[in-house]
């Protein structure tokens, strides 16, 4: 270096190189690669092992380890989600805001100690009426499972009304879901008066299995959207003429759980699928 000066000066050069070549960086950490594919991480939150490696080694000619493709998997999810423990710290604070800005909600923030001296410890959380219900488990370190309610606010964008279990009793409110095993005697026990519809694409999913083709399909739908019923009923008959199996695997159903024509005045909506709750799930 010239001194003084913010230069080099190269006094020998071989301009042939003798080291061998290698794919290996020691300053290519697995934070370095967490951080500098962050966007491709969020982009793509299931990103294999393989197509990580392959992706690093095009970009910068670098072969990671398995390990350090797992390193920087789980320190990337962690810049994009954040501290998993912190977040459940500031359900307090967002359980206030819901009380401060939607007046007269109800929220209920439970915990649980394991003897006086340990700290609280998150247990679950309750916090409008056409309710969408759906489940999906937690894949972070601490596990579980979130049990969403979800609706429509004035402005028809998804508004998240409930995490939560509560006490049975009477309410003057019209769930719908799919028609997970699980889910149906749940809803018998704990909301024995509700009125539960079944989401149409689920059961149109479950239908198509054993009786496939675009006429079957437009017919099953043409019968859950009618408000008439007599056009349901005209429906069910053509269905029958088509293939009677379908036609009984539809009769099977309460036509008051998927159809418009015997729906109550409850709920008076055009909504036959839960796309509310899923699409809530998927974005959580």
Same mark, same amino acid.
Request: aromatic share 10%.
């Given at each position: ?11 020998? #050069?071989? =301009? ?6 290698? +794919? ?5 950490? %697995?934070? /370095? ?9 969020? *982009?793509? =939150?299931?990103?294999?092992? %393989? ?5 690093v ?7 990671? &380890?398995? %390990?350090?493709? @797992?390193? &920087? ?8 989600t ?5 977040? /459940?710290?500031?359900l307090?604070? @967002? ?11 109800k929220v209920?923030?439970?915990t ?9 410890? +998150?247990?679950? $959380? ?6 969408? #219900?759906? !489940?999906?488990?937690?894949? !972070? ?12 606010d ?13 006490? =049975? ?5 019209v ?7 699980g ?8 909301f ?5 519809? @079944?989401?149409? *694409?689920?059961? /149109? ?9 675009m006429?079957?399909? &437009? ?10 019923v ?5 429906? $069910?008959?053509?269905?029958? &003429? ?5 036609? *009984? /695997? ?14 109550? =005045?409850?709920? #008076?909506?055009?909504c ?7 699409? @809530?799930?998927?974005?959580?």
């Amino acid at each position: 270096m010239v001194t003084g000066e913010c230069t080099f000066e190269i006094k020998t #050069l071989n =301009p042939e190189c003798t080291c061998p070549l290698t +794919f290996q960086n020691g300053q290519v950490t %697995s934070a /370095y690669v967490a951080k500098r594919y962050l966007e491709d991480f969020g *982009k793509n =939150p299931n990103w294999e092992v %393989s197509g990580v490696k392959h992706h690093v080694m095009q970009q910068i000619s670098v072969d990671l &380890s398995i %390990s350090q493709v @797992y390193r &920087s998997r789980k320190a990337a999810r962690g810049l994009i989600t954040g501290n998993e423990e912190a977040q /459940y710290g500031l359900l307090r604070d @967002y359980a206030e805001m819901i009380r401060r800005i939607d007046v007269g909600s109800k929220v209920i923030l439970q915990t649980e100690m394991k003897n006086e001296n340990a700290k609280p410890k +998150f247990k679950r $959380m309750y916090s409008r009426p056409f309710v969408g #219900l759906d !489940g999906c488990h937690l894949k !972070g370190r601490f596990g579980g499972q979130l049990l969403s309610a979800t609706a429509k606010d004035g402005n028809d964008n998804i508004f998240p009304v409930a995490i939560a279990v509560i006490e =049975p009793k009477e309410l003057n409110m019209v769930f719908i879901s799919d028609r997970q095993k699980g889910l149906l005697p749940t809803m018998k026990t704990l909301f024995p008066t509700v009125e539960h519809r @079944y989401c149409v *694409k689920h059961i /149109y999913n479950n239908f198509k299995v054993n009786h496939k083709g675009m006429e079957l399909k &437009s017919v099953l739908w043409r019968c859950a959207s009618t408000t008439s019923v007599r056009e349901f009923e005209r429906g $069910m008959e053509h269905l029958k &003429s088509l293939d009677e199996e379908a036609w *009984k /695997y539809l009769a099977d159903i309460k036509p008051a759980q998927w159809t418009r024509s015997h729906f109550s =005045p409850r709920a #008076l909506t055009v909504c036959l699928v839960n796309n509310l709750s899923e699409s @809530y799930d998927y974005e959580g």
